[in-house]
């Protein structure tokens, strides 16, 4: 792991290495942080805000690379992210025009491991879901449903989990604990309440 300095992205839900989503940068901060990252290799960082804390966000993210770009009618810019690293954030500031850097450590990621026999519902059940609601999976083209580390952050992603929680699962060293935790609330959804 090593340190690093970084930008800010504070959003409602996470971005998971491999996982993708697109953001809107409506300020003149936002669109700086871009330019900086093609001009000067800034590394994004999108994290989950926070409003309880220290710092803006919790400290578990993600640095993302930015895949596709283009500018909106309202003069907005609409990225398309996808995670690449885990990131802890261990400090943050905000510059003078709104944008919150940090620093932190770059972690592993969750190693990929073959989909276990007993979690493959996941996996159809996140298909089934993508089936649905197609916003969900568009900005995949090809989804990766027999790698359980994949399918079990898809999850995170996706599911109205307490950030907390979150937070918890991504400490651990792989997605089993996670893909548990995701199998419990499909067969029994009341825990969801």
Not at 59 to 68: E, G, L, T, W
Not at 82 to 91: A, D, I, Q
Not at 106 to 126: C, K, T
Request: hydrophobic share 40%.
């Amino acid at each position: 792991m090593h340190r690093m300095t970084v930008a800010l992205l504070p959003i409602d839900s996470p971005v998971l290495p491999q996982g993708r989503k697109e953001l809107r940068m409506v300020t003149p901060g936002q669109h700086r942080v871009v330019a900086e990252h093609y001009h000067n290799q800034l590394p994004l960082v999108v994290c989950v805000q926070r409003e309880d804390d220290e710092l803006p966000c919790y400290p578990i993210a993600a640095v993302v690379n930015i895949i596709d770009f283009h500018q909106l009618e309202d003069g907005c810019l609409s990225l398309i992210v996808e995670g690449c690293r885990r990131f802890k954030v261990s400090e943050a500031w905000a510059e003078a025009d709104g944008v919150w850097m940090g620093q932190g450590l770059v972690m592993n990621n969750w190693p990929s491991l073959p989909m276990p026999a007993r979690f493959e519902l996941l996996g159809e059940a996140l298909e089934r879901l993508f089936e649905v609601r197609p916003e969900l999976g568009e900005l995949y083209g090809e989804c990766q449903l027999e790698d359980a580390c994949w399918v079990g952050q898809r999850w995170l992603e996706i599911l109205p989990l307490l950030e907390q929680d979150t937070q918890e699962l991504l400490r651990a060293p792989d997605c089993t604990r996670t893909l548990r935790f995701i199998l419990s609330l499909i067969i029994q959804p009341e825990n969801l309440a």
